[in-house]
């Protein structure tokens, strides 16, 4: 009987590579490897020896060396780079090789100088061929001109938030104050009522405007008219609140002036429409002209009481102002430029504004009936119109003609003139009049009761 031989034999084994082989071939997958990641990185990257030779290169490196890496590899740093050769980077590159420590620094390209570059430079083992090093170059540019940008932005913003009297708001659900460290933020302190509008802003989701009246440091008051809008994030979620505060203080008194001055006005209006109907209606003379000149006179001195009036606001007017204006060809009595007419008041005293209207008229009956039968109608004569205020309030104004024709009496006649002028001083300023009627002319002194006068200076107008 025939039997089939089975083999039973076991398969022979691969045969065995030499360690060198395997040793070299994992060597040159590492250096595979490593040469595929230093190519996939954005930075760009080159190696040199202890002789500076270039013995690794990326192709992100390139564009710095402004030339191809076959023409790079294995040549010296500086003969590559000789504009670097002798710089502070060959000092710095030399004193990292020397002492073996790391080190990093950004500047502007050495041949890039359109670029800001960070380069950091370590010690590499190139064993066997010994010391060497890595120099990883990263592009900043992008990174520092957005933050150039975004700072040029905010030196504006700063700017603007510094100039703006407005107060700005910006704060966040805790409360804290996203313009910290600016003027706005300085200048505007957070009140109990800034608070309370914020949390009211946040809850209802809508913008709010209100005014309030705030008490300053100084212990004063102003008045804030205040906005508020909710702050969202990008999810739409209220985040905070901005808005402003306003100062509105000087908008509010101007409005509350201009209502009464828009009533004075009306009321002064009437008046002088009352009183140049009784100019009219009791105004005597014996002819026309005369008659006309006369109304013109006295209509012309309610003008001019007026335009003072108009040009301070309706408010207290200087006496000397209201008196030059009615009194033409008046001065201060210069020797250099003699006047007929001359005041001899305190320029700082003030008149209250209702007074105004009829001492001008006053002084213009005066004048008048100087320029007829007074001082004023020799050439020779003059008049003299001096005021005080005394220390409790009280004024006194006089009136002192020299020069004129003589006088033996005072007039038999009392003319519209002189009604006028008592009417005046005395109903309307409640002042007591002293006439004397002396021989060198009229010496006349008005005594006026407390608060007729002022002391200055002028008021400013608030608008």
């Keep these: 009987m025939i039997r089939q031989a089975v083999n039973h034999s076991v398969p022979s084994s691969p045969t065995p590579v030499p360690a060198t082989e395997t040793a070299g071939a994992f060597a040159a997958a590492q250096r595979a490897a490593q040469v595929a990641v230093l190519e996939q990185i954005a930075d760009a990257f080159y190696a040199v020896d202890a002789n500076w030779r270039i013995v690794a290169i990326n192709a992100a490196a390139e564009p710095h060396f402004a030339l191809p890496r076959d023409a790079i590899l294995g040549r010296g740093l500086w003969e590559v780079l000789p504009a670097s050769a002798g710089t502070w980077f060959e000092s710095w ?29 370590f010690p590499l083992d190139l064993a ?64 109990d009522s800034d608070r309370t509008l914020d949390r009211q802003t946040m809850e209802s989701g809508q913008t709010i405007r209100s005014e309030t009246v705030v008490t300053t440091a100084d212990g004063g008051s102003r008045i804030l008219e205040t906005l508020r809008r909710p702050l969202r994030d990008r999810q739409g979620h209220i985040s905070g609140v901005v808005g402003l505060n306003r100062d509105v203080t000087l908008l509010r008194r101007c409005s509350a002036q201009h209502e009464i001055l828009a009533r004075e006005v009306d009321h002064r209006v009437r008046n002088a429409l009352m009183v140049v109907q009784t100019l009219v209606r009791l105004a005597d003379a014996d002819t026309v002209p005369v008659y006309k000149g006369a109304i013109e006179g006295r209509i012309a001195a309610l003008a001019a009481c007026y335009r003072v009036l108009s040009a301070h606001g309706w408010g207290p007017v200087p006496l000397a102002e209201l008196a030059a204006s009615i009194l033409p060809g008046s001065g201060d009595g210069d020797p250099g430029q003699p006047s007929r007419l001359v005041l001899t008041g305190a320029s700082t005293v003030l008149l209250q504004p209702e007074g105004a209207q009829a001492l001008g008229l006053a002084l213009h009956e005066l004048a008048s009936n100087a320029l007829r039968h007074g001082a004023l109608s020799t050439d020779a004569g003059s008049v003299a119109l001096g005021w005080t205020l ?64 002022l002391p200055g200076p002028v008021p400013t107008p608030l608008c």
């Design 128 to 191: 066997p061929a010994g010391r060497g090093l890595g120099v990883l170059l990263t592009d900043r540019t992008g990174i520092r001109e957005a933050e150039w940008a975004s700072a040029e932005q905010q030196s504006v913003l700063d700017g603007l938030l510094a100039a703006l009297e407005d107060g700005i708001v910006a704060r966040d659900r805790s409360g804290r104050d996203l313009l910290a460290g600016t003027a706005q933020q300085q200048r505007h302190a957070v009140s």
């Design 93 to 121: 590159l030399t004193t990292i090789m020397a002492t073996g420590r790391a080190d990093q620094l950004e500047t502007q390209g050495l041949h890039r100088p359109d670029r800001v570059l960070e380069i950091r430079a």
């Design 390 to 453: 005394h220390a409790d309030g009280r004024g006194t104004l006089r009136w002192t003609e020299h020069g004129g024709p003589a006088l033996s009496r005072a007039p038999l006649r009392r003319g519209f003139g002189l009604l006028l002028l008592e009417t005046t001083m005395h109903d309307q300023l409640g002042g007591a009049l002293q006439p004397h009627w002396a021989r060198s002319g009229l010496d006349l002194t008005v005594e006026l009761p407390a608060g007729v006068l």
